[in-house]
Structure formats: structure tokens, C-alpha cells
């Protein structure tokens, strides 16, 4: 058991990371810079200070980034296999600055084999594969079943015949990486529970939505797939010469899933009541309201016309007649940064030295103002050593169009026109709307980087303080879909190469600790991981 009382309350009121010597939080030099940038935000701070000065431009506060800072680079285990492991790392090395690979251990979600090849890279010196429908691992780590005798939910076994099914990627990568002073992270995402299926007694784990259905994942509050993931972690850090892991989930609170997806709010399970109780809140009410405002969402979205009061004004109601409904959204998401805590210190008992990190997801860091508000950088900041936000900012254009944009006209911004409504969300995003893509421009273009990506960083850093360390994922060719479009059917959505160098020197320029190229390698290409790695050379001069 940490000890844990010697640390600083939290604002939050959650418990707070341990402190170790191996990990590295700030240096003297970035302190300083921290605290040019703190002043820098200071007057508009707001979220326990998530807020920077929107008014802040580029300054000297945003101080050269050391020569040992993170420059990491997003991949899949396969795609190390495939192009080879010596061939993949004098690649990225030579052309990226690349020093740290952050690989997938679980493939459940992430790393996905169902891309077309239209959309992968095909310059890197090796011919591209055609992952699809191709049956390959989703387990990268080779488990032990001890870590599992406690837990209902297992591992998808791997069978002998599927591709790669005899390598062990991450004890092959370690000398290689090693001698070329490169560090390895695992990347692990928590499953949807449509890839979820794969993983033994997964059912019992996935939350429960209003209407008594299986949700879109696992539940936080559930101690079987807590106990599932704690092992998970324990027997990987146990067994592998691992630098750190980058985690996340890419799943909303439930008041997200139904406004700004459409979906059926969750989670109102048995361990969802216990805990909402634990925090005194009438999870039974609570599901009441989000059953009343679900079919209202539902009602009107079939009909032309909006209701005679008003959409908003309709959300407004159900929002003062059941104020459980914001209570559990916040309350859900909370349970989740309990979970968090639980986790990172199952890791950090396996590897104290073990540098973890947060992926934040482009919903959060794009357009979601309830999980921006929920759980603010700064709460994050408590939790892990370095914080990840996805500047996804070129396919940013157009899934800010298609993802928030259209569906917020068939959603709670009904009554707005598509340019008001891009607007409203320019001005409450804190971005120059007269620097940033009018509505016809967005589906083609991305978002202005020195705008966008530094802006957003400095929020983070702000966010932050001294507690984390920032390192912005800066996205490139990253297929398109949304809209019209299907997943399957997804398009290249080529970033030029002169973009991808703004972006990468926008998040120094906004005070990033490092970079990490995204979102997966074998969509990057080469010209542009050399336009990354000259932006990376650049900033250092
Ligand atoms: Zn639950």
C-alpha cells in the first residue's frame, strides 16, 4: 500500500499520484518556462485553472525543448513486425527524431486491422499489407495465467495459426531499441464492447444503459473488470522491460453519448448505484431524467420542426427538473478517475519507475465542453506523469463538420444555421474564428495550428502546472470519414508535409515538454515524419 499522506490535498479531492525519483516531472529550465506560462494564464483562469488567456500569443516563455525530451511516435505491434524491427527503428530515428515507441500490448480497440490499404502509408520501404479480415493476435504480450486466477474475465487466447501468433514483439524490440537509446511504452486503450466481445466473460463487465441494454463499454465501478485490467497491467510491468505506458479510453459520460452522439446514455448498473450512493446521489432519479430527455432527443430529431419552446429550452427543463442528470454525468466520469488511480498504482507497484501517461482523446481536446468542464487538465494532471492530448488539428476540420457540427444540427443546436453554429463554437473554444476554416472550407482543410495547437497546449500547460508534463500528439494523415461516410469506407485525408511541420513547432510555441506523431505510424508518410522530425531539429536550435 502507498503511503500517501504526506502528499498535497488535491483539489479534487481524489487521491494523488506517487512521487518517484526515476520520473521526471520538470526540469529547472522548464519551471521557468512553466511559470512564464502560468503568469501568462493567470488572469483568465478558470476549471482550477484550465484556462489560459485566450488573448495569449506565442512568447518567450516557450523555451527551446531539451534534447532528451519525449519525441514519441504512435504504432501497433504488427506494424513493427511487418517492416521489420531494425528497419522500422532506423526509420523513425533517422527521419523523425524519433525516442520512444508507444506500441499497442492490446489491440481490442486500437491498432485496427479493419483500414482499407488505400489509407496506409506507402513509402516506408516495405510493401503495405493488407490487414484486413486478416486474423492476427489482439493480445501483443505474453500472459501468465496466474495474474488471471482471480479474475472471471480472461484474455482472447491466441491461436497457434494466426499471423505473427509465435512472436513476442515487445522482448524483441527491447536490445534494438535499447542500443539505439530509444524507449519503449505500451499503448493500451480499454475495449468497446463490440471489440470486447473477444475477451472471456466480457458481458459481465459492460455497463448497463437507461433502458437496461448493454452499454458501449466496460463500467468503471464494475470490480470484475477493475480486478481484469489490474492484472492486466501487473503481469505486463512484471514481465517486460516497459519505459511507461500512454492509456486512455475513448468513451464520454453519459450526458456526451446522447447529446453529442445520439447514443443511450450509461452506466445504471448494481456497482453504478453503490457508487453514486457513496456519493450521495439518486442514481434511480437520475436514470428517470435520462430516460425523459433520451426519448425527448429521440422525439424530436424524427420530426422537421423543432418544439414549439424551443430545443434548448426543452434540454433546460429536464436539466432543472432532474439535476441528477448533470450530477451523474459528472459522478461517472469521477468514478472513472477513481479507476485511473486504482490502475496507475497497480502499475507503479510492478514498476515504480514506470512514466504514465493520459491519452486524451480529440472528443475532449475537440468539442466536448461537458468532459472539458467534468475533469479539467489540472485534475488529470494529479493523476498521471505526462498528459497526451490528441491535436488531431488537420482531421480536426473535418470532424469538427461532420462529427460536432452535423450532428449538433440534428441535436441540441437544431434551430442554429451551420455557420452560426461554428460561431458559437469558434468563440467558446477560445479560437480566432477569423483564423480558422469557414464552414464550406472545413471538410477539406484542417484547423489553423498556431491557433489551434498552441492554444490548446497552453491550456493544458496551464492545466497542468508542475504536476505533469505535456506532450501533445500531433496528428497527420489520419483518414477521413464521417458524414455521408461509413468507417469502412474512410478516405486519405493527406496532410501536407509543410502543415505537419506548423503543428509539431505550434505545440513547442505553446510550451509542449515533447511531441508524439500520430495518430498510427503505418498511416504516416515519409515525407511527413521527416517534415516532424525537421520541425522537432528546428525547435531545439
Ligand atoms: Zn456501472
Same mark, same amino acid.
Given at each position: 500500500m502507498l503511503d500517501h499522506s504526506s502528499r498535497k490535498p488535491t483539489t479534487s479531492g481524489l487521491t494523488q499520484k506517487p512521487k518517484t525519483d526515476a520520473v521526471k516531472v520538470c526540469s529547472q529550465s522548464e519551471i521557468s518556462r512553466r511559470s512564464a506560462l502560468l503568469t501568462l494564464g493567470a488572469a483568465g483562469a478558470t476549471l482550477a485553472s484550465a484556462r489560459p488567456?485566450? +488573448?495569449? /500569443?506565442?512568447? +518567450? +516563455? #516557450?523555451?527551446?525543448?531539451?534534447?532528451? #525530451?519525449?519525441?514519441?511516435?504512435?504504432?501497433?505491434?504488427?506494424?513493427?513486425?511487418?517492416?521489420? &524491427? /531494425?528497419?522500422?527503428?532506423?526509420?523513425?530515428?533517422?527521419?523523425? /527524431?524519433?525516442?520512444?515507441?508507444?506500441?499497442?500490448?492490446?489491440?481490442?480497440?486500437?491498432?485496427?486491422?479493419?483500414? !482499407?490499404? %488505400?489509407?496506409?502509408?506507402?513509402?516506408?520501404?516495405?510493401?503495405?499489407?493488407?490487414?484486413?479480415?486478416?486474423?492476427? !493476435?489482439?493480445?501483443?504480450?505474453?500472459?501468465? /495465467?496466474?495474474?488471471?486466477?482471480?479474475? %472471471?474475465?480472461?484474455?482472447?487466447?491466441?491461436?497457434?495459426?494466426?499471423?505473427?501468433?509465435?512472436?513476442?514483439?515487445?522482448?524483441?524490440?527491447?536490445?534494438?531499441?535499447?542500443? %539505439?537509446?530509444?524507449?519503449?511504452?505500451?499503448?493500451?486503450?480499454?475495449?468497446? #464492447?463490440?471489440?470486447?466481445?473477444k475477451i472471456k466473460n466480457f458481458h459481465? #463487465?459492460? +455497463?448497463?444503459?437507461?433502458?437496461?441494454?448493454?452499454?458501449?463499454? !466496460?463500467?468503471?465501478?464494475? !470490480?470484475?473488470?477493475?480486478?481484469?485490467? %489490474?492484472a492486466t497491467m501487473q503481469d505486463m510491468f512484471d514481465a517486460y522491460p516497459l519505459d511507461g505506458i500512454l492509456w486512455g479510453v475513448e468513451l464520454g459520460g453519459p450526458l456526451s453519448e446522447l447529446l453529442y452522439w445520439g447514443r443511450e446514455p450509461y452506466c445504471f448498473c448494481k456497482y453504478c448505484e453503490e457508487y453514486a450512493s457513496s456519493v450521495n446521489l439518486d442514481l434511480k432519479r437520475a436514470r428517470q431524467g435520462y430516460a425523459e430527455l433520451t426519448k425527448f432527443v429521440r422525439t424530436f430529431k424524427q420530426n422537421a420542426k423543432p418544439p414549439i419552446d424551443g430545443v434548448m429550452t426543452t434540454i433546460f427543463h429536464f436539466l432543472q427538473k432532474y439535476p441528477e442528470i448533470l450530477g451523474w454525468n459528472y459522478q461517472f466520469l469521477m468514478s472513472a478517475e477513481h479507476y485511473r488511480r486504482e490502475i496507475n498504482q497497480a502499475i507503479h507497484g510492478s514498476a515504480p519507475n514506470a512514466h504514465i501517461g493520459r491519452h486524451i482523446d480529440n472528443q475532449i481536446t475537440g468539442w466536448d465542453l461537458l468532459q472539458r468542464s467534468a475533469i479539467p487538465y489540472s485534475v488529470m494532471a494529479e493523476a498521471d506523469d505526462f498528459?497526451?492530448?490528441?491535436?488531431?488539428?488537420?482531421?480536426?476540420?473535418?470532424?469538427?463538420?461532420?462529427?460536432?457540427?452535423?450532428?449538433?444540427?440534428?441535436?441540441?443546436?437544431?434551430?442554429?444555421? &451551420?455557420?452560426?453554429s461554428l460561431d458559437l463554437y469558434y468563440a467558446m473554444m477560445g479560437l480566432d474564428a477569423s483564423r480558422q476554416p469557414t464552414a464550406e472550407e472545413l471538410d477539406h482543410t484542417g484547423m489553423n495550428p498556431e491557433d489551434y495547437v498552441t492554444r490548446e497546449t497552453q491550456r493544458c500547460v496551464v492545466g497542468a502546472g508542475d504536476q505533469a508534463d505535456v506532450i501533445p500528439a500531433i496528428g497527420f494523415d489520419v483518414p477521413k470519414w464521417g458524414g455521408d461516410t461509413e468507417w469502412a469506407e474512410m478516405s486519405t485525408f493527406r496532410t501536407p508535409p509543410e502543415y505537419v511541420y506548423r503543428a509539431v513547432r505550434a505545440a513547442y510555441e505553446g510550451g509542449a515538454d515533447g511531441v508524439m506523431a500520430a495518430r498510427e505510424y503505418d498511416e504516416m508518410r515519409l515525407e511527413n515524419l521527416k517534415a516532424f522530425g525537421r520541425a522537432v531539429r528546428d525547435s531545439r536550435q
Amino acid at each position: 500500500m502507498l503511503d500517501h499522506s504526506s502528499r498535497k490535498p488535491t483539489t479534487s479531492g481524489l487521491t494523488q499520484k506517487p512521487k518517484t525519483d526515476a520520473v521526471k516531472v520538470c526540469s529547472q529550465s522548464e519551471i521557468s518556462r512553466r511559470s512564464a506560462l502560468l503568469t501568462l494564464g493567470a488572469a483568465g483562469a478558470t476549471l482550477a485553472s484550465a484556462r489560459p488567456s485566450v +488573448a495569449a /500569443e506565442p512568447t +518567450a +516563455a #516557450a523555451a527551446k525543448p531539451e534534447r532528451d #525530451a519525449m519525441v514519441g511516435v504512435q504504432m501497433a505491434p504488427f506494424n513493427l513486425l511487418h517492416e521489420g &524491427i /531494425e528497419h522500422c527503428l532506423d526509420l523513425l530515428q533517422t527521419n523523425a /527524431e524519433v525516442n520512444t515507441l508507444i506500441c499497442y500490448t492490446h489491440t481490442y480497440y486500437g491498432g485496427s486491422t479493419d483500414k !482499407p490499404t %488505400r489509407v496506409l502509408a506507402p513509402d516506408h520501404g516495405v510493401s503495405v499489407d493488407d490487414y484486413f479480415d486478416r486474423k492476427m !493476435p489482439d493480445v501483443w504480450v505474453k500472459h501468465r /495465467e496466474s495474474y488471471f486466477k482471480d479474475s %472471471r474475465l480472461k484474455h482472447e487466447p491466441v491461436q497457434p495459426d494466426w499471423k505473427f501468433a509465435d512472436r513476442d514483439v515487445f522482448q524483441e524490440v527491447a536490445e534494438p531499441a535499447r542500443k %539505439r537509446g530509444m524507449k519503449v511504452y505500451a499503448r493500451f486503450f480499454d475495449p468497446k #464492447a463490440s471489440n470486447g466481445k473477444k475477451i472471456k466473460n466480457f458481458h459481465d #463487465a459492460v +455497463a448497463v444503459d437507461v433502458f437496461g441494454q448493454p452499454g458501449g463499454g !466496460p463500467c468503471w465501478n464494475n !470490480p470484475h473488470y477493475r480486478q481484469f485490467v %489490474r492484472a492486466t497491467m501487473q503481469d505486463m510491468f512484471d514481465a517486460y522491460p516497459l519505459d511507461g505506458i500512454l492509456w486512455g479510453v475513448e468513451l464520454g459520460g453519459p450526458l456526451s453519448e446522447l447529446l453529442y452522439w445520439g447514443r443511450e446514455p450509461y452506466c445504471f448498473c448494481k456497482y453504478c448505484e453503490e457508487y453514486a450512493s457513496s456519493v450521495n446521489l439518486d442514481l434511480k432519479r437520475a436514470r428517470q431524467g435520462y430516460a425523459e430527455l433520451t426519448k425527448f432527443v429521440r422525439t424530436f430529431k424524427q420530426n422537421a420542426k423543432p418544439p414549439i419552446d424551443g430545443v434548448m429550452t426543452t434540454i433546460f427543463h429536464f436539466l432543472q427538473k432532474y439535476p441528477e442528470i448533470l450530477g451523474w454525468n459528472y459522478q461517472f466520469l469521477m468514478s472513472a478517475e477513481h479507476y485511473r488511480r486504482e490502475i496507475n498504482q497497480a502499475i507503479h507497484g510492478s514498476a515504480p519507475n514506470a512514466h504514465i501517461g493520459r491519452h486524451i482523446d480529440n472528443q475532449i481536446t475537440g468539442w466536448d465542453l461537458l468532459q472539458r468542464s467534468a475533469i479539467p487538465y489540472s485534475v488529470m494532471a494529479e493523476a498521471d506523469d505526462f498528459l497526451r492530448p490528441s491535436l488531431y488539428s488537420h482531421i480536426l476540420g473535418p470532424r469538427v463538420r461532420w462529427f460536432y457540427l452535423e450532428r449538433m444540427k440534428h441535436g441540441a443546436l437544431q434551430e442554429l444555421t &451551420i455557420d452560426q453554429s461554428l460561431d458559437l463554437y469558434y468563440a467558446m473554444m477560445g479560437l480566432d474564428a477569423s483564423r480558422q476554416p469557414t464552414a464550406e472550407e472545413l471538410d477539406h482543410t484542417g484547423m489553423n495550428p498556431e491557433d489551434y495547437v498552441t492554444r490548446e497546449t497552453q491550456r493544458c500547460v496551464v492545466g497542468a502546472g508542475d504536476q505533469a508534463d505535456v506532450i501533445p500528439a500531433i496528428g497527420f494523415d489520419v483518414p477521413k470519414w464521417g458524414g455521408d461516410t461509413e468507417w469502412a469506407e474512410m478516405s486519405t485525408f493527406r496532410t501536407p508535409p509543410e502543415y505537419v511541420y506548423r503543428a509539431v513547432r505550434a505545440a513547442y510555441e505553446g510550451g509542449a515538454d515533447g511531441v508524439m506523431a500520430a495518430r498510427e505510424y503505418d498511416e504516416m508518410r515519409l515525407e511527413n515524419l521527416k517534415a516532424f522530425g525537421r520541425a522537432v531539429r528546428d525547435s531545439r536550435q
